[in-house]
Structure formats: C-alpha cells, structure tokens
Nanobody, 116 residues
Framework: QVQLAESGGGLVQAGGSLRLSCAAS????????MGWYRQAPGKQRELVAV???????NYEDSVKGRFIISRDNAKTTVYPQMNSLKPEDTAVYYC??????????WGQGTQVTVSS
C-alpha cells in the first residue's frame, strides 16, 4: 500500500500563487508516475499535470505556462507550483500515484479556491 499526504491548498486571490505537495510513503518502490488532477463542482475530474519517473511532464492545456510540476530527488514527493491563478482553477485537487503494473493510488484531495 502507498499512503499519500497532500498539503498546500487554500484560498488565494486571482493572480496569486499556491504550492501543493504530495508525499508518498509505504510501498513506494516501482512508482512510475506522480501527478495532480482536479475536480470542480459539477465537472469531471481532469488531469492538471503529471511527471514520470524519468522526468517526462504533461500539462493540461489551460495550465501550461502557469503551473510547474516537479519531484524531489527521492521521487517520492511531487510539487505543483501554481502561478497566475484564475477563478476557473478553483477545484478540489487530488494527487495520483501510478506504479508499474497500473496500480493507482489517490490522495484525499485538497481544496483550492481562487477569488476574483
């Protein structure tokens, strides 16, 4: 089992920044991808950004140029630095860890609210 500890959500004004973090612990061998998804009220959960074990990164189009995802050297913690936040970024943000063999773990979610 993998346990995920998320932190960093909160309330911020439009144009501001937040940095989320997700730390994985437990059975952390064979982690392939670490990333963040978000779900706004009434909408489906969507990818925000994901980083692979070799550093390949994918961003959702609306966050390109504003969000930066990174992992620590141990590759057990993932950080999305979210800049130039917009009200439409308001959502619950979920950390997702994928191990080789398509074993997936989700965090409990952290609320990000951007006021206009």
């Amino acid at each position: 089992q993998v346990q995920l500890a998320e932190s960093g959500g909160g309330l911020v004004q439009a144009g501001g920044s937040l940095r989320l973090s997700c730390a994985a612990s437990g059975s952390i061998s064979s982690i392939k991808n670490m990333g963040w998804y978000r779900q706004a009220p009434g909408k489906q959960r969507e990818l925000v950004a994901v980083i692979s074990s070799v550093g390949s990164i994918n961003y959702e189009d609306s966050v390109k140029g504003r969000f930066i995802i990174s992992r620590d050297n141990a590759k057990t913690t993932v950080y999305p630095q979210m800049n130039s936040l917009k009200p439409e970024d308001t959502a619950v943000y979920y950390c997702k860890v994928e191990k080789w063999g398509y074993i997936v773990y989700w965090g409990q979610g952290t609320q990000v609210t951007v006021s206009s």
